[in-house]
C-alpha cells in the first residue's frame, strides 16, 4: 500500500496552500505525488450544458474526457468510497498520497493549525498526529513546525514513510528485449511471485528471483 499522508485542520486553516507547499518539495526530492481531496459536502465536477453534464444527465453512470495531456473521469457512486480504496482503485505510479481531510482516518495526519481560526488542535497523538504546523502557541505532544519549515516536514515524511519503503526492482523481458512496465506492475509482480515461492519447502528470503518461462509453440 502507498504511504497516505492526511493534512487536516479546521476549516480555513490554511491546509489547501499549505499542501501546494509541500507537494513541489516531494517533488523537487524525486517522489511522485499523489492528492485526494475529501468533500464532506459532496462536489459537483460538471458544468451545466457542457458535454459530460449532457451524457450523464442522459444516464452514463461513468463518464471519461480525454486529451493529449490528461484524462479525468467522473463515476457515480452508492455510497463514499474509504481512502485506501480510492488510493488501491485510482493510483498506480505515485509514490506518496497526500490527502487533504479525513481526520476521522487511521492514516497519518499533520494538523495546520491557527488560533485564529480554532482555539486548540483538533487532533492529537491518540489521532495519529505526527507534526503539527503553525506559527501560534501549540503543545500537541508531537513535533511543531514553522509555516516556513517546509522543508523540515517534508524530511520527516521522506524519512518515516517514504525511505524505509522497499520497492521490487523487476525486469521483464520478452525474447532478450526489455518490456518497460511502471511501478505498479513491478510492485505486483514482484510481490505475487515472492508470495507464491516463500510457500515452498526450503524458502529463504534470496536476493535475487529469476524466472525464465519459454513458450512452446503447439
Not at 6 to 15: I, L, N, P, Q, R
Not at 36 to 48: L, N, T
Request: proline share 6%; charged share 30%; with cysteine.
Amino acid at each position: 500500500m502507498l504511504p497516505i499522508i492526511c493534512v487536516v485542520g479546521a476549516s480555513d486553516s490554511g491546509k489547501t496552500t499549505y499542501i501546494e507547499k509541500l507537494i513541489p518539495e516531494l517533488t523537487r526530492r524525486g517522489y511522485r505525488v499523489g492528492t485526494i481531496k475529501h468533500d464532506v459536502h459532496g462536489f459537483e465536477m460538471d458544468r451545466e450544458g457542457k458535454d459530460t453534464w449532457r451524457h450523464r444527465r442522459a444516464g452514463a453512470q461513468t463518464i471519461a474526457i480525454s486529451s493529449p495531456s490528461q484524462v479525468a473521469t467522473i463515476r457515480g457512486t452508492g455510497s463514499e468510497i474509504e481512502l485506501e480504496e480510492l488510493v488501491g482503485r485510482y493510483f498506480w505510479l505515485e509514490d506518496v498520497i497526500v490527502a487533504e481531510g479525513f481526520k476521522r482516518s487511521h492514516y497519518p495526519k499533520i494538523e495546520i493549525f491557527r488560533t485564529a481560526v480554532e482555539p486548540a488542535p483538533i487532533c492529537g497523538p491518540g489521532d495519529n498526529l505526527i507534526a503539527v504546523v503553525t506559527d501560534d502557541q501549540a503543545e500537541p505532544g508531537v513535533p511543531v513546525f514553522r509555516f516556513s519549515q517546509v522543508e523540515a516536514v517534508a524530511d520527516l515524511v521522506e524519512d518515516r514513510y517514504l525511505k524505509p519503503r522497499r520497492r521490487h526492482r523487476v525486469m521483464i523481458q520478452l525474447d532478450g528485449k526489455t518490456f518497460p512496465v511502471n511501478d505498479f506492475v513491478k510492485d505486483f509482480v514482484g510481490s505475487t511471485v515472492q508470495g507464491m515461492l516463500s510457500s515452498l519447502r526450503g524458502w529463504k528470503q534470496p536476493g535475487m528471483i529469476e524466472i525464465r518461462i519459454r513458450l512452446e509453440d503447439d
